[in-house]
């Protein structure tokens, strides 16, 4: 917790006690952990438009909103995780209000317009799933933008890598993910 901006490591204490007093089992393995969702954050800095794909309980969504009051999250997740809202609950309406939660999975892509400064892939971790993620959401990415592909270094989660090395990105491990970034001349042509 103390990698962590102090705004967000209150959130995240509070959060944690909250999984343990409702018995939310999924939130306390599933949410991104406090080393690695430092990388994020310090990744995330200065960027105002962030899209997360894999929802879950919203933990990191949150935290990536508290960190900055200038930064809107948009967020994918096809499953409904009802315990979502006691978290959201645990923030002001201005943070709840910069971050939008989209009932659909992440290959569904964004909305039509939206310019994407970071995009965070946390959601099914299978490769085919991850390629056609990454395939619909390029062509937001603004130049400069980065891609993270959460648990890339992961044991059980073999599919991420793989997809990233199918994908045949430049970039490089931070903490447990992959990061890729977007370079000026790839938007156009989609290359
Ligand atoms: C590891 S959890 C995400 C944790 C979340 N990012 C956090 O740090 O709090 C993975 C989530 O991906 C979701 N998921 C599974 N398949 C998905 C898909 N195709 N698109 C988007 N989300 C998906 C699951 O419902 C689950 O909530």
Known sequence: MRVLPPRV??????????????????SLTSATRPEDLSRLLK????????????????W????????DP???????????????SAYLELVSPDV???????????????????EVELLYIDSSHARDETIAEFAAWRPALVPGAVVVFDDYLHPDYPGVRAAVEALALDGHPVGTMYVHQVRSATRATGR
Not at 9 to 26: E, G, H, K, V
Not at 44 to 52: L, M
Not at 100 to 109: D, K, M, P, Q
């Open 70 to 84: 200038g930064v809107q999250v948009i967020t994918y997740d096809p499953f409904p995780h009802p315990e979502r």
């Open 9 to 26: 490591a209150l959130f995240q204490w509070r959060a944690l006690r909250r999984a343990s007093a409702i018995n939310d089992t999924f």
């Open 60 to 67: 990191t969504a949150i935290s990536l909103a508290l960190s």
């Open 96 to 114: 709840r209000a910069r971050i939008t939660c989209i009932g659909a999975a992440g290959s569904s892509g964004p909305p039509v317009g939206l």
């Open 43 to 58: 990744l995330a800095a200065k960027r105002r438009s962030v899209a997360e794909l894999g929802t879950a309980t919203g």
